[in-house]
């Protein structure tokens, strides 16, 4: 008696446990853990947040990405590029400086991201980045309707490898003003089979 009661006490601990832990869905995603979106879920470092059915991510600056896609065994997550405005080559992020992570966070960009960047001013060109008229930029201005604004202007494309920060993608008035960027990018990949996103990578909690 004394030890099935045990047993019961012991049940409903474990059963506690894991649902203080994981959090559950957001609309249609799941929140692995370490992954947090309330205070009684997941690890308070690994904030991310749930507005109305939408997983999103929060930058530096308090502006939230969208989250496509989460691989918790990969320790990954893929946001949304954001938005060029309509008529206009900057994107939605433009006054915050871009997109930027908090260095103390657990997240950073990872090393599998093709940026491009558009409306560049001429000084960008000292960077080692790839601005020919045949980089895959000139394609997304040319035939992709967010790029329709950006026609024209200065663009380059690079791979965010470990040699650069990996906690920010920059856009700025006098620097470039828009980008976006495309996941596990492989040179002859056409223009309908490009993967949008951003790939942000966690350290894993132990
Ligand atoms: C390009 O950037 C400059 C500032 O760097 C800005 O004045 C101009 O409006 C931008 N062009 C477009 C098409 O948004
Ligand atoms: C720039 O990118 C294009 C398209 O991927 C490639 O054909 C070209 O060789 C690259 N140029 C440089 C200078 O890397
Ligand atoms: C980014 O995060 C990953 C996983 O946490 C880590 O292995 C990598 O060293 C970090 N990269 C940089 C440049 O901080």
């Not at 559950?24 to 507005?51: A, F, H, M, T």
């Not at 893929?78 to 433009?94: A, R």
């Not at 008229?133 to 329709?148: A, T």
């Not at 470039?176 to 966690?202: H, M, R």
């Amino acid at each position: 008696m004394v030890v099935a009661m045990l047993l019961f006490l012991l049940g409903l601990l474990a059963t506690k446990a894991v649902a203080l832990n994981a959090c559950g869905n957001c609309g249609d995603l799941e929140v692995p853990y370490p992954l947090s979106i309330d205070d009684n879920c997941g690890e308070p470092k690994y904030r991310i947040y749930c507005n109305n059915g939408n997983l999103e991510f929060m930058s530096a600056r308090g502006l939230y990405y969208k989250i496509l896609r989460i691989d918790s065994s990969a320790s990954k997550l893929v946001i949304n590029p954001p938005d060029i405005l309509k008529d206009t080559c900057y994107s939605t992020d433009l006054s915050q400086g871009g997109l930027l992570l908090d260095e103390s966070s657990p997240f950073n960009i990872s090393t599998h991201n093709t940026v491009m960047l558009f409306n560049c001013s001429d000084n960008i060109l000292l960077s080692p980045l790839n601005c020919s008229l045949n980089s895959i930029c000139r394609q997304f201005e040319e035939k992709v309707e967010q790029g329709s604004g950006c026609v024209d202007t200065l663009c380059c494309n690079f791979l965010k490898d470990s040699a650069m920060t990996s906690h920010r993608i920059r856009a700025r008035v006098g620097g470039c003003t828009a980008y976006t960027s495309l996941v596990d990018f492989k040179p002859d990949d056409t223009l309908d089979s490009w993967n949008y996103g951003i790939e942000l990578q966690w350290l894993p909690s132990n």
